[in-house]
């Protein structure tokens, strides 16, 4: 469908259709919350065009509804969730003309203009901005501060975002763009609630640097840093990482620079950060100052690919106008340089002014040395006197010193004057800045150092505490050692004497085992041996209960094998009778195997009294009665 079309008739008719009542109530609140949920999975998947036409639909749906009834604050929001995903849709779409169409006909309905109050000439202020309309820009955001101050924190933060960045890139106006992050800043501190806040402290921290504000940049943009130790954190800390790395720049810090950058590229790269085009520009510029001119045009080509790629029109002009500064390095370069700023002259109107005075100065020079002196002069202070509007003191004073050599070198007296006399108005201001910029430097490199040392003592301490543990660790697998050596000795003593001690009884209970009571155990554990057919587990109990002893491994042998031949006896005996002992669990296990109370006394090492004492004690735990036979019950368990 053809959504332009569909803006201009639909929206029309909602304004004249407002009396209709044919659709159902979408305000009620599990309808809304499935109605978002299934919008913002499709906005997640790219389907900007989908989620147009049922954004439009809902609206619609809602404004028909709140001409019928009256609309609570839980409605209010629901509808303004639905214009932030209709604004959202065409943004990612980069439909801004069409946007800006759309919200030209919510502002005629009463309904839109009271439940989007404050978002109303807030996205219209980011449209214009995007559209390169600067000065439409600036008033909407005005309309805006002239409306009575949203007692919704999270609305107030939001929008308070976008009209600072409108302010700072629209008109260059910082200092009210830091007033109002500022105050929305306190809002959140004092208990407000906003996802992004993040996000806002970056920010801070750009519009502090712009203003000269080091320690205050500084201190923002290592607050957002520090508040995030994710392995990818999201773009407000990328930016915070970024705009550090601008700010070292600056200070002539150009390592540590080149460190934060790298940083924010490596994130911006994992996340496919519509950031990245600038980083790589800001990574241009630490070359530039370092004098490596192939890093330069390196980085400058990789900044205008990606913002080729992702659509972004004042990445691509900037990065042009950054294009344009670099051959000015390059005598040989001048022609290209000439050629390419004279191709963006026509899209200043869609640049940020900054950007736009700076093409003007750089082309101006470009034009100066190639002989167009005069079209050249004349570039250079229509930029001295744009940077002068914008406070850009700076460049300013690198334009009319340009100016003032010209000049007098046509001994142009008045004009020389004019220039000399401006940058005097500032110079006290720049040698402000470079002694705050040296401070910032300086204490920057002393922190640097003092963590440096703490570091290196924490790393000191660390291997001391390494070795001291590796000294206890060994100290004490050396007496584990000799305790475990102790113990096994002991162990094998008692064992030792225990068979010596017991070797003839049960020689003598081995004679006497009658040979066809053998062959009749035999026999049943050969045809339990067909029954399984587990060759080794039952060759292992024919081999274990022939034995006159059976010692703690041959036990636990006997025990697994009796597992693989009934693996259920032994978890069903626990679960009927879970007071059984270990000796009184194997004593049950030789009765499943059809032992005698003689054979048992030999395979337990007691004897045949004791074997009956067993026997009584575990009728007792199993609350037998005297007509209860145990042999039965426990022989019973093996065929369960």
């Known amino acids: 469908m053809n959504y332009k079309l569909f803006i201009v008739l639909f929206f029309p008719l909602l304004v004249a259709c407002t009396g209709s009542t044919n659709s159902q109530d979408n305000g009620k609140s599990t309808e809304s919350r499935e109605n978002l949920d299934q919008i913002e ?32 604050e839980t409605q209010a929001e629901y509808a303004r969730r639905l214009f932030g995903l209709l604004f959202d849709a065409y943004s990612n779409s980069r439909q801004f003309t069409i946007a800006l169409a759309c919200l030209d006909s919510l502002e005629r309905i009463p309904f839109w203009q009271e439940s989007c109050r404050y978002e109303l000439p807030v996205n219209k202020a980011k449209l214009c901005q995007w559209t390169g309309n600067n000065q439409e820009a600036i008033q909407w955001a005005d309309t805006y501060l002239a409306l ?23 008109s260059n106006d910082v200092d009210k763009a830091v007033r109002i992050l500022e105050k929305a800043v306190e809002v959140y501190r004092n208990g407000g609630k906003y996802p992004h806040i993040l996000r806002i402290i970056s920010r801070l921290g750009i519009y502090y640097h712009m203003m000269g504000e080091y320690d ?20 407000d800390v990328v930016m915070a990482y970024g705009e550090q790395a601008n700010l070292y720049t600056e200070l002539g810090l150009y390592e540590q620079a080149l460190e934060q950058n790298s940083t924010a590229l490596h994130y911006s790269l994992l996340k496919d950060s519509f950031g990245l085009g600038d980083l790589y520009r800001y990574r241009s510029e630490i070359f530039s100052l370092m ?29 042009k106008v950054e294009m344009v500064k670099a051959y000015l390095d390059y005598p040989d370069s001048l022609q290209k340089a000439l050629q390419l700023g004279l191709s963006i002259c026509p899209d200043t109107v869609h ?32 930029a001295a006197a744009g940077f002068a509007s914008m406070n850009m003191v700076e460049n300013e004073e690198a334009a009319n010193r340009i100016l003032m050599k010209y000049f007098q070198q046509m001994n142009m007296n008045d004009a020389f004057m004019h220039y000399y006399n401006r940058n005097q108005v500032f110079v006290d201001s720049l040698r402000a800045d470079k002694k705050l910029r040296a401070i910032a430097a300086a204490n920057i490199r002393f922190n640097t150092g003092k963590k440096e040392k703490e570091n290196e003592l924490l790393s000191t301490r660390i291997k001391i505490q390494q070795q001291q543990l590796f000294h206890n660790i060994c100290i004490s697998l050396s007496l584990l050692i000799l305790l475990a050596g102790s113990i096994g000795y002991l162990i094998y003593k008692r064992k030792t004497i225990r068979l010596l001690v017991e070797h003839s009884e049960r020689e003598v209970r081995r004679l006497m085992t009658s040979r066809q009571e053998l062959d009749r155990r035999n026999a049943l554990l050969a045809e339990q041996i067909e029954q399984v057919e587990i060759d080794h587990n039952l060759t292992t109990i024919r081999r274990l209960t022939g034995q006159s002893l059976l010692s703690k491994d041959d036990e636990n042998m006997f025990r697994k094998s009796f597992a693989a031949l009934h693996p259920s006896y032994l978890p069903n005996l626990r679960a009927d009778y879970p007071n059984l002992t270990r000796n009184e669990e194997l004593l049950a296990m030789l009765i499943c195997m059809n032992q005698s109370t003689d054979e048992i006394a030999l395979i337990m090492g007691i004897n045949r009294s004791s074997v009956n004492v067993v026997r009584s004690r575990m009728r007792k ?20």
């Open 41 to 72: 999975i499709l906005l997640k998947e790219r389907k900007e065009h989908e989620v147009i036409g049922k954004v439009l639909q809902k609206m619609y749906n809602l404004q028909e509804s709140a001409a019928q009834i009256s609309i609570d």
């Open 148 to 170: 009575p101050e949203c007692t919704d924190a999270e609305r107030f933060i939001s929008c308070s975002e976008a009209i600072s960045g409108v302010y700072v890139y629209c």
């Open 216 to 235: 205050k940049a500084i201190a923002a943009n290592q607050e957002v840093i520090d508040s995030y130790n994710d392995s990818i954190p999201p773009q």
């Open 291 to 319: 004098k490596k001119g192939d890093s330069v045009f390196h980085y400058l080509s990789l900044g205008g690919q990606v913002s080729a790629h992702i659509g972004s029109f004042r990445g691509v002009l900037v990065n």
């Open 351 to 382: 640049m940020p002014k900054w950007a736009q005075y700076q093409l003007e100065f750089y082309l101006g020079q470009v034009m100066q040395r190639t002989g167009q002196t005069q079209r050249g002069i004349a570039l250079i202070e229509k």
């Open 621 to 640: 735990k199993m609350k037998l009665s005297k007509e209860d036979s145990l042999d039965d019950i426990l022989k019973g368990l093996c065929r369960s």
